[in-house]
């Protein structure tokens, strides 16, 4: 099973972009619980920036709480990562998969934030 994520860009420094995330083969997102958000800046280990339950709860790291909010459509069978005040400190290639992991990641989306 393989998450894809897209809709990165370049935006300015408060701007803000919403990513989301399909499964690249047939199956149902809903089946995923939970579906994190993970990503990865040059010369950075790739780290859980947040994750959403399928009821619908989150968590978030605490430097993206209040700016970034993960969401799920089921009848769409896709998560959205709505991220929002970006900071040149969140440049980084996005990529969702489960919580954990599963060993095939997706090719991710490259988001960069211009100061």
């Known amino acids: 099973v393989q998450l894809q994520a897209s809709g990165g860009g370049l935006v300015q420094a408060g701007g803000s972009l919403r990513l989301s995330c399909t499964i690249a083969?047939?199956?149902?997102?809903?089946?995923?619980?939970?579906v994190g958000w993970y990503r990865q800046a040059p010369g950075n280990n790739r780290e859980l920036v947040a994750e959403i339950r399928a009821g619908g709860s989150t968590q978030y790291k605490e430097s993206v709480k209040g700016r970034f909010t993960a969401s799920r459509d089921n009848a769409k069978n896709t998560v959205y990562l709505e991220m929002n005040d970006l900071k040149p400190e969140d440049t980084a290639v996005y990529y969702c998969n489960a919580k954990p992991p599963f060993s095939s990641w997706g090719q991710g989306t490259q988001v960069t934030v211009s100061s």
């Open positions: 083969a047939s199956g149902l997102i809903f089946s995923i619980d939970p």
